[in-house]
Protein backbone atom coordinates (compact mmCIF):
# COMPACT_ATOMS: atom_id res chain seq x y z
CA UNK A 1 0.00 0.00 0.00
CA UNK A 2 1.45 3.79 -1.15
CA UNK A 3 1.11 6.21 1.70
CA UNK A 4 -0.37 9.29 1.28
CA UNK A 5 3.03 10.97 0.39
CA UNK A 6 4.20 8.69 -2.29
CA UNK A 7 0.44 9.39 -4.58
CA UNK A 8 -0.85 11.42 -7.23
CA UNK A 9 -4.17 13.22 -5.66
CA UNK A 10 -4.61 16.54 -7.91
CA UNK A 11 -5.88 15.85 -12.03
CA UNK A 12 -3.56 18.67 -12.83
CA UNK A 13 -0.28 16.49 -11.44
CA UNK A 14 -1.87 13.55 -13.12
CA UNK A 15 -1.92 16.07 -16.66
CA UNK A 16 1.24 17.16 -16.37
CA UNK A 17 2.67 14.13 -16.00
CA UNK A 18 1.11 12.10 -18.97
CA UNK A 19 1.44 15.66 -21.30
CA UNK A 20 4.91 16.21 -20.69
CA UNK A 21 6.64 13.34 -19.18
CA UNK A 22 8.40 10.93 -20.61
CA UNK A 23 6.51 7.41 -21.63
CA UNK A 24 7.08 3.88 -21.83
CA UNK A 25 4.72 1.58 -23.06
CA UNK A 26 4.12 -2.25 -23.16
CA UNK A 27 1.58 -4.77 -23.81
CA UNK A 28 -0.13 -4.10 -19.85
CA UNK A 29 0.64 -0.50 -18.80
CA UNK A 30 1.50 2.61 -20.40
CA UNK A 31 4.35 4.39 -17.60
CA UNK A 32 4.62 8.11 -18.15
CA UNK A 33 7.39 9.77 -15.95
CA UNK A 34 7.97 13.39 -15.17
CA UNK A 35 11.18 14.28 -13.04
CA UNK A 36 10.24 17.62 -11.40
CA UNK A 37 13.53 17.91 -9.55
CA UNK A 38 11.70 19.02 -6.37
CA UNK A 39 13.10 17.76 -2.51
CA UNK A 40 10.18 15.55 -1.95
CA UNK A 41 9.50 11.86 -1.88
CA UNK A 42 8.43 10.70 -5.69
CA UNK A 43 4.73 9.59 -6.19
CA UNK A 44 2.76 7.57 -7.91
CA UNK A 45 -0.57 7.67 -9.91
CA UNK A 46 -3.06 5.12 -11.51
CA UNK A 47 -5.34 5.32 -14.61
CA UNK A 48 -7.69 2.63 -14.46
CA UNK A 49 -10.71 2.71 -17.46
CA UNK A 50 -13.86 0.85 -17.29
CA UNK A 51 -12.43 -0.96 -20.91
CA UNK A 52 -10.02 -2.72 -18.10
CA UNK A 53 -13.39 -4.84 -16.97
CA UNK A 54 -15.50 -4.41 -13.98
CA UNK A 55 -15.22 -2.34 -10.60
CA UNK A 56 -13.98 -5.62 -8.85
CA UNK A 57 -11.18 -6.65 -11.55
CA UNK A 58 -10.37 -3.02 -11.53
CA UNK A 59 -9.60 -2.43 -8.15
CA UNK A 60 -7.68 -6.02 -8.30
CA UNK A 61 -5.28 -4.09 -11.06
CA UNK A 62 -5.18 -1.44 -8.97
CA UNK A 63 -4.04 -2.77 -6.01
CA UNK A 64 -1.78 -5.14 -7.91
CA UNK A 65 0.25 -1.57 -8.94
CA UNK A 66 0.31 -0.08 -5.79
CA UNK A 67 2.33 -3.27 -4.59
CA UNK A 68 4.62 -3.36 -7.47
CA UNK A 69 5.11 0.58 -6.81
CA UNK A 70 5.66 0.35 -3.15
CA UNK A 71 8.25 -2.37 -3.89
CA UNK A 72 9.90 -0.28 -6.33
CA UNK A 73 9.49 3.09 -4.44
CA UNK A 74 13.58 3.26 -3.34
CA UNK A 75 14.94 2.97 -7.37
CA UNK A 76 12.84 5.75 -7.95
CA UNK A 77 14.43 9.38 -7.58
CA UNK A 78 13.44 11.73 -5.50
CA UNK A 79 10.97 14.13 -6.87
CA UNK A 80 9.35 12.24 -9.74
CA UNK A 81 6.33 11.96 -10.78
CA UNK A 82 5.00 8.19 -12.71
CA UNK A 83 1.31 7.82 -13.88
CA UNK A 84 0.80 4.05 -14.69
CA UNK A 85 -2.35 3.87 -17.19
CA UNK A 86 -3.82 0.27 -17.29
CA UNK A 87 -4.25 -1.25 -20.50
CA UNK A 88 -7.08 -3.87 -20.70
CA UNK A 89 -4.93 -6.86 -21.20
CA UNK A 90 -3.71 -6.18 -17.47
CA UNK A 91 -7.19 -7.56 -16.65
CA UNK A 92 -6.12 -11.33 -17.08
CA UNK A 93 -2.36 -10.17 -16.35
CA UNK A 94 -0.83 -11.87 -12.84
CA UNK A 95 0.74 -10.01 -10.65
CA UNK A 96 4.29 -10.81 -12.08
CA UNK A 97 3.33 -10.07 -15.29
CA UNK A 98 2.78 -6.71 -14.27
CA UNK A 99 5.74 -6.09 -12.17
CA UNK A 100 8.12 -6.86 -14.81
CA UNK A 101 6.12 -4.68 -16.79
CA UNK A 102 6.20 -1.82 -14.86
CA UNK A 103 9.69 -2.13 -13.28
CA UNK A 104 10.77 -3.02 -17.14
CA UNK A 105 9.45 0.78 -18.17
CA UNK A 106 10.79 2.35 -15.29
CA UNK A 107 14.42 1.19 -15.65
CA UNK A 108 14.05 1.90 -19.19
CA UNK A 109 12.58 5.50 -18.05
CA UNK A 110 15.57 6.55 -15.42
CA UNK A 111 18.03 5.58 -17.87
CA UNK A 112 16.72 7.97 -20.36
CA UNK A 113 16.86 10.50 -17.64
CA UNK A 114 20.04 9.61 -16.80
CA UNK A 115 21.28 10.23 -20.41
CA UNK A 116 19.76 13.35 -21.00
Known sequence: MLARP???TRGTDY????RRGVRCGGARVVTSMLVTGEAREP???FIISKQVGTAVIRNTVRRR????CARVIADV???TDVVIRALPASATASFAEL???VTRCLARLSRERASV
Open 77 to 79: PEG
Open 15 to 18: RSVV
Open 99 to 101: DAD
Open 6 to 8: FRL
Open 43 to 45: RFG
Open 65 to 68: LKAV
